[in-house]
């Protein structure tokens, strides 16, 4: 079976340079850490940008192919979307059980935003860190 849905290996060198990029200018100019000298229509400019590349980073580090793609591959694909999926229902489960219990809410819009942000993030960091480190501790049978 030929995923055609996959993109060349090269774009994952992209997504590299891209992801930690994005995510951390990002950041800095939500901390206020960025110059503050910029007007509101470059602010918004710069975070969606920074957001933008911070997310096709991910998209293109997430769905590259490997330079060996083969059934082995697909199944560590599977396994890591199974055990991704996974962690994101209990992240729901532990947060609306903790919300329940301590009578918490995210404040506003906001803090929705973020609760839901956070959590399709938690769902693409795992898939990533499981995916290369299974791929990683069994490198022997990619070599076989």
């Known amino acids: 079976m030929k995923p055609s849905f996959l993109l060349p290996n090269r774009f994952k060198k992209a ?3 891209f992801f930690p990029i994005g995510i951390i200018v990002w950041v800095l100019i939500h901390r206020g850490l960025f ?8 602010k918004v400019l710069i ?15 997430t769905f590259s192919k490997e330079p060996i793609e083969d059934e082995y591959i697909n199944s560590v694909r599977l396994k890591s979307f199974q055990i991704s999926s996974i962690t994101q229902m209990a992240f729901f489960l532990i947060s609306f059980i903790i919300m ?6 995210p404040n506003g819009d906001a803090g929705l935003s ?12 795992m898939y ?16 076989d």
Request: hydrophobic share 55%; charged share 10%.
């Open 15 to 17: 997504g590299i340079f």
């Open 35 to 42: 110059s503050t000298d910029l007007n509101h229509q470059m």
């Open 47 to 61: 975070l969606t940008l920074s957001f933008l590349s911070f997310l096709f980073g991910l998209y293109f580090i």
């Open 100 to 105: 329940f219990l301590f009578n918490l809410e």
């Open 114 to 125: 973020i609760f839901l942000l956070s959590s399709i993030i938690l769902y693409w960091l």
């Open 128 to 143: 990533m860190i499981i995916f290369n480190y299974t791929l990683i501790t069994n490198k022997s049978k990619l070599d």
